[in-house]
């Protein structure tokens, strides 16, 4: 998780998710459909996507045929 930091793919720590901090309705604390949990997100979908294809693709380069989700 360091090195995803370290290339700015993801964040660790969200702030402000608690329901005091907002005037009006909070965000969910998890949306999996844009990668966000309550700890860690992606900095955007299309890292996600990306990081999923290059494990795709490298699970696939070495005979590893699984579906990776």
Do not use: C, F
């Not at 702030?15 to 990668?35: N, Q, T, V």
């Not at 860690?40 to 693709?57: I, M, S, Y």
């Amino acid at each position: 998780m360091d090195k995803l930091v370290e290339l700015n793919l993801i964040m660790d720590t969200i702030e402000g998710r608690e329901g005091w901090y907002w005037i009006d309705e909070p965000p969910s604390p998890k949306d999996p459909e844009l990668g966000i949990g309550w700890h860690v997100a992606w900095q955007t979908p299309l890292h996600r996507e990306a990081v999923r294809r290059a494990l795709a693709a490298r699970a696939a380069s070495r005979g590893n045929v699984e579906r990776l989700n």
